[in-house]
T-cell receptor, first 113, second 116 residues
């Protein structure tokens, strides 16, 4: 049973385009939704995160959109650059206890020059 | 500030052998997590330490896996005996333990384990 579903599995975008990755979750107890970026040979690194009390969070070219009623959240990368080529993971967790992260399967993003 | 380090970076062993993975968290981080990513699957939680105590080990697949965190510093994850399905990338992550909501988990580069 996969608690966080992520799509697409892979994404190819031209430089300057918009990259959109979507995630859906099932557990309504989740209250923290981070996105991690992973480059080959490296570990995942926190990119941006959101809590369900806001519907959108923007940091530079990266924006999270959050729809609590639909239990969905997405990552938008504006003006995508070749350096953004990486694997992106959405995740979810809930406060209290271990606060373990539940991850989606990942999206491999390729930005062509 | 040094990040989370893991050793070894790669390990190739035969089925039935024993392997021990090591994780050194960021200094001062009381929370230490182990995760695993099997090829093509999502990154899955294995267990969580708070200092030297196991807070949550609900993700440990079976009793062939043993994790320790002596003295609340570095942690080891031993697989004994290893099976083919144990192959994957094992990540360690650490975070501060404060009253602040959801501290960021910082991940190490992972140990790539291949069981033949």
């Amino acid at each position: 049973q996969q608690q966080v579903k992520q799509s697409p599995q892979s994404l190819i975008v031209q430089k300057g385009g918009i990259s959109i990755i979507n995630c859906a979750y099932e557990n309504t107890a989740f209250d923290y939704f981070p996105w991690y970026q992973q480059f080959p040979g490296k570990g995942p690194a926190l990119l941006i995160a959101i809590r369900p009390d806001v519907s959108e969070k923007k940091e530079g070219r990266f924006t999270i959109s959050f729809n609590k009623s639909a239990k969905q959240f997405s990552l938008h990368i504006m003006d995508s650059q070749p350096g953004d080529s990486a694997t992106y993971f959405c995740a979810a967790s809930r406060q209290g206890g271990s606060e373990k992260l539940v991850f989606g399967k990942g999206t491999k993003l390729t930005v062509n020059p | 500030e040094a990040g989370v380090t893991q050793f070894p970076s790669h390990s190739v062993i035969e089925k039935g052998q024993t392997v021990t993975l090591r994780c050194d968290p960021i200094s001062g981080h009381d929370n230490l997590y182990w995760y695993r990513r099997v090829m093509g699957k999502e990154i899955k939680f294995l267990l969580h330490f708070v200092k030297e105590s196991k807070q949550d080990e609900s993700g440990m697949p079976n009793n062939r896996f043993l994790a320790e965190r002596t003295g609340g510093t570095y942690s080891t994850l031993k697989v004994q005996p290893a099976e083919l399905e144990d192959s994957g990338v094992y990540f360690c992550a650490s975070s501060q333990r404060t009253l602040v909501y959801q501290e960021t988990q910082y991940f190490g580069p992972g140990t790539r384990l291949l069981v033949l």
